[in-house]
């Protein structure tokens, strides 16, 4: 088992930053590849980004304002947002995958964290 804990979320102006921290426990965190997921009210989740075990293979649905990263020797990811836009309003979920390569797809993620809420005012 991987337990998941999201922070960082919050309230923030468009244009503004945040930068957010999922710490991993359970299980060797080098072993497992990490993404972000967002769900919006009345929308489905989507897939945020993702790093594998070794930050070697990273994907984004959002190019340019978000990255991801992660300290492997902290069992941390995490997801640093620049010119945050109020569509970017969600809960941002951290899932980890039990295989090393990552990946864009929800149904490839056996863990996920509880969310922390991201709202961004106009």
């Known amino acids: 088992q991987v337990q998941l804990l999201e922070s960082g979320g919050g309230l923030v102006q468009a244009g503004g930053s945040l930068k957010l921290s999922c710490a991993a426990s359970g299980r060797t965190f080098s072993s497992l590849a990490m993404g972000w997921f967002r769900q919006a009210p009345g929308k489905e989740r989507e897939f945020v980004a993702s790093?594998?075990?070794?930050?070697?293979n990273i994907y984004y649905a959002v190019k340019g304002r978000f990255t991801i990263s992660r300290d492997n020797a902290k069992n941390t990811v995490y997801l640093q947002m620049n010119s945050l836009r109020p569509e970017d309003t969600a809960v941002y979920y951290c899932?980890?995958?039990?295989?090393?390569?990552?990946?864009?797809?929800?149904?490839?993620?056996?863990?996920w964290g509880q969310g922390t809420q991201v709202t961004v005012s106009s």
């Open positions: 790093i594998d075990w070794n930050g070697g």
């Open positions: 899932a980890a995958r039990g295989l090393p390569y990552s990946s864009r797809y929800f149904a490839d993620y056996n863990y």
